[in-house]
């Protein structure tokens, strides 16, 4: 059984705060990370992707992977309200081409 | 570059009728993926293809849905007869090889259906 599992909140910061989501999968073969948002009646989005150790950052977005602890995380600096959504971490088994979703974690960002 | 495109948007039916789905993929991804989204879950994996070819439909409820991706490209899925619980957005995905160890995957908006 290949889990994924996150926090399902909500989470709620003030905004111009840092948002942090927090991801753990279960399969060691795994070995790319995503970080997709969806908004309310709206389809995901890819917005972050990791494949090594470490930190990747893109503009507000920082996403964190240790593969060791099986562990990815996103962090979301200067939070906006525009910002307020779901967020999904996704793995992807090489083997088959395959994602595994978790059930997302809700984000709202109060003016 | 185009996104995936899907079709319809919404669609409401009633229960024991059929409806169909219609995706197309980002040019040049040879995977398609078929996803179930009940509100506030995941979404879940229905089918994958890889070009014309079923790689994955083990959470697929065959008895009353089925897919299929002729040409390796397009792709529709039916469900016949529909269920209350088949109440969900479904969304189609596709994924192309990026170098060895990367498969970014993109979705399309989604269509939204309801079962009365």
């Known amino acids: 059984q290949k889990e994924v599992e996150q926090n399902s909140g909500p989470l709620s910061v003030p905004e111009g705060a840092i948002a942090s989501l927090n991801c753990t999968y279960s399969?060691?073969?795994?070995?790319?990370f995503f970080w997709y948002r969806q908004y309310s009646g709206k389809s995901p989005e890819l917005i972050m992707s990791?494949?090594?150790?470490g930190d990747k950052e893109d503009g507000r977005f920082t996403a964190q992977l240790n593969k060791a602890s099986q562990y990815v995380s996103l962090l979301i600096r200067d939070s906006q309200p525009s910002d307020s959504a779901t967020y999904l971490c996704?793995?992807?088994?090489?083997?088959?081409?395959?994602?595994?979703f978790g059930t997302g974690t809700s984000l709202t960002v109060i003016p | 570059e185009a996104g995936v495109a899907q079709s319809p948007r919404y669609k409401i039916i009633e229960k024991r009728q059929s409806v169909a789905f219609w995706c197309n993929p980002i040019?040049?991804?040879?995977?398609l993926y078929w996803y179930q989204q009940i509100l506030g879950q995941g979404p879940k994996l229905l089918i994958q293809?890889?070009?014309?070819?079923?790689?994955?439909d083990s959470q697929l409820p065959k008895d009353r849905f089925s897919a299929e991706r002729l040409k390796g490209v397009d792709s529709t899925l039916k469900i016949q007869p529909a269920k209350l619980e088949d109440s969900a957005v479904y969304l189609c995905?596709?994924?192309?090889?990026?170098?060895?160890?990367?498969?970014?995957?993109?979705f399309g908006p989604g269509t939204r259906l309801t079962v009365t």
């Open positions: 293809f890889q070009n014309n070819g079923v790689v994955d």
């Open positions: 040019s040049g991804h040879a995977t």
């Open positions: 399969d060691r073969v795994s070995q790319s």
């Open positions: 990791i494949y090594s150790n």
């Open positions: 996704a793995v992807n088994i090489p083997t088959g081409n395959q994602f595994y």
């Open positions: 995905a596709s994924s192309s090889l990026r170098d060895r160890a990367v498969h970014e995957q993109y």
